[in-house]
């Protein structure tokens, strides 16, 4: 494990579900992440939380909503989800800018939107 | 002026040798340029990072190169190993944080 936990591993889900995906560290890190990583496609940003306020959502649909209720986890709430959007989903987690540990990146979620 | 391209996409090479993989940005207030390194069901694991006072770093087996002027950076595995076979990704930020990620190079060694 590297730290950033993530559950499920793997989720499969039909269109009108409701489901959230859950990720957890305790590094002591003060800014979380969420990315989307899609097969011969970059990561994709989708949200970022520094201490614990969202920073920054990348244009993302809103049947994705991301939860920090603390400095330690993040959500991803998922509903009306379409086929394109089965993906494997990565949380991350790191220290605010100034130092050079990098993400800690969790082993995702894989999900499948059926 | 966001992108980070990363090349080739896939790349095959024999135990010892010398895998290279590339990547170019665009944004010049660009000052972080880390490495990461995925196997199959995992995710991403910082490998090596530069910042752009310096052109090359590095740690082990694999070094950056950088260069500034040409806004481009590379990944050079020496001494390749079959267990070095993963995805590589460079990446790419003001600061360190809101990573902009290359599309990704999948690497083979073969014994």
């Known amino acids: 494990e590297t730290g950033v936990t993530q559950t499920p591993r793997h989720l499969v889900m039909g269109m009108t579900n409701k489901k959230s995906l859950k990720c957890e560290q305790h590094?002591?890190?003060?800014?979380m992440y969420w990315y989307k990583q899609s097969a011969k496609k970059p990561l994709e940003l989708m949200f970022v939380?520094?201490?614990?306020?969202?920073?920054e959502n990348n244009s993302v649909p809103s049947r994705f909503s991301p939860e920090c209720p603390n400095s330690s986890h993040l959500f991803l709430h998922l509903h009306t989800l379409q086929p394109e959007d089965s993906a494997l989903y990565l949380c991350?987690?790191?220290?605010?800018?100034?130092?050079?540990?990098?993400?800690?990146f969790g082993s995702g979620t894989r999900l499948t939107v059926v | 002026q966001q992108q980070v391209k990363q090349s080739p996409q896939s790349l095959i090479v024999q135990k010892g040798g010398i895998p290279i993989i590339n990547c170019a940005y665009e944004n010049t207030a660009f000052d972080y340029f880390p490495w990461y390194q995925q196997f199959p069901g995992k995710g991403p694991a910082l490998l090596i990072a530069i910042r752009p006072d310096v052109s090359e770093k590095k740690e082990g087996r694999f070094t950056i190169s950088f260069n500034k002027s040409a806004k481009q950076f590379s990944l050079h595995i020496m001494d390749s190993q079959p267990g070095d076979s993963a995805t590589y990704f460079c990446?790419?930020?003001?600061?360190?944080?809101?990573?902009?990620f290359g599309t990704g190079t999948r690497l083979q060694v073969f014994p």
């Open positions: 991350a987690s790191s220290y605010l800018t100034g130092r050079d540990s990098g993400y800690t």
């Open positions: 990446a790419a930020s003001e600061g360190t944080d809101k990573l902009i």
């Open positions: 939380y520094s201490l614990e306020e969202r920073v």
């Open positions: 590094l002591g890190h003060n800014a």
